[in-house]
């Protein structure tokens, strides 16, 4: 099932598995009779499952105890529970996903993708007919993303149904055996996926041809020089690594997860260390301590790649998140913020931005992916930050949105002149906007990509390149 944010996907699911009610439409079969459940408790009795983007689990909880939750009250005798039999049924419903973790150990201990797992092993632990994944490999790794299909492939053989949600095209075109596409809360088409390619599916998603015009071009002010860094180390994290930055410039950081981008990032900003080497910003030697030290002191702001782990306050406003890096600016002597003046601010970038939502004080929780990213974006324009670092912006943000964040990260370069480090592990997305690309490998630059002429076809070729070579010479 695709569809842009706010085409519908998500509010579909949440009808379907009783977490919201439909207003009024056509009536919904299960096993050609009529479905109606008043909660989550009565879809999940009729064999409806959903697994979310954000994974529901108990962190401090074990591996057996977050899939045997809802089942505790048929283990056991006179309320006394048998850890035992817990942990067995548990390793059977594990066996099935192939998960090969010690069921005993707490779920926070585990990565991402294999918590995915456990919450699919507890939705099979129930009687289940329908399994709807929302977003499931947003946050996995290639080699988690292809056991995941594996283990999808396997439940799809014993019967039960898969409804597959993704911004991904390539996985949905990859996985699926036919194409639902919602737009504006209606459904567009559904079709064999035979019948659908990479153009079809855009058209329909956004009602026209994907824009593949190029964005233009500028040139950095290469005399003045904004953020220096020079051979900076840190064990695990960096070794040696050192670029300039100059004012008005998209300088991209390629290379796999785990390269060494994010990690260098967050040593710019002070969430981490180093152990040698030089950072200067205008020209001076910097000592950051952290995000606030380095918005308030130099003006440098780090739009992270987990936005919703890391960049919003999810049951907070729109207003407050945005107005959170301006709050000691908008406020008094006396430490007050003016809510007129902290409205202003926010509707600023709400405006601006084209956020989609009631207004400014809805929670950021119930907004789309593609809206909350305008949110943690926006709330570093407020602060009018003259360096932005920008990890993965279009991650999890449908094909319209991916173009629209690209176009921005092009104006606040171009035209505000802004100075911006863009980490992506989308190719097309740092060729199309980078003026040059520094390339990682193992915590280390091993390369650099002058990109002027925006080549796709010569700059992947090299990007490709430094990265073998670099390995073929480690190894």
Known sequence: MLGENGAGKSTLIKIVSGFQKADKGSEILLDEKLYQVNNTFEAINKGIQTVYQDLQVVPLASVAENIMFDKLNSIGRSGILSWKKITTEAEKYLDMVGLKV??????????????????????????????????PTSSLTANETDYLFKVIETLKNKGILIIFVSHILEEVLQISDRISILRDGVCAITDEVSNFDRKKIIYHMIGRDEDTKPLGDFSPDKSKKVLEVKNINRAKLAENVSFDLYKGEILGFYGLMGSGRTEIAK??????????????????????????????????????????????????????????????????????????????AAMKQYDALDIKATGLNQKVS?????????????????????????????????????????????????EYKKSIILISS??????????????????????????????????????????????????
């Open 426 to 475: 989308d190719m097309p997305e740092i060729i199309k906007l980078s003026n040059r690309i520094l390339v990682f490998s193992q915590k280390k630059v091993v390369g650099e990509v002058d990109n002027t002429e925006k080549d796709y076809k010569k700059n992947s070729r090299k990007i490709g390149n430094y990265i073998s070579e670099f390995q073929i010479a480690e190894s």
């Open 366 to 414: 119930l907004l789309s992916g593609g809206n909350q990213q305008k949110v943690n974006i926006g709330k570093w324009l407020a602060a009018e930050c003259d360096i932005l670092i920008i990890d993965e912006p279009t991650v999890g943000v449908d094909v319209g949105a991916k173009e629209y964040f690209r176009k921005l990260i092009w104006k606040i370069a171009k």
């Open 267 to 344: 040593i710019l900003i002070g969430q981490e260390k180093h152990d040698s080497g030089n950072i200067k910003i205008n020209g001076k030697a910097s000592k950051i301590k952290g995000v606030s030290d380095a918005l308030l002191k130099y003006k440098m702001g780090y739009i992270t790649e987990d936005r919703r782990k890391d960049g919003l306050i999810l049951s907070s406003s729109i207003k407050n998140n945005i107005t959170i890096t301006v709050w000691k600016k908008l406020s008094n002597l006396f430490g007050y913020v003016s809510d007129k003046k902290e409205t202003d």
């Open 102 to 135: 010690d069921p005993n150990t707490a779920i926070s201990r585990i990565s991402i993708g294999q918590r995915q797992l456990v919450v699919i092993a507890k939705a099979i632990a129930s009687n289940i007919k329908v399994l709807m994944l929302d977003e």
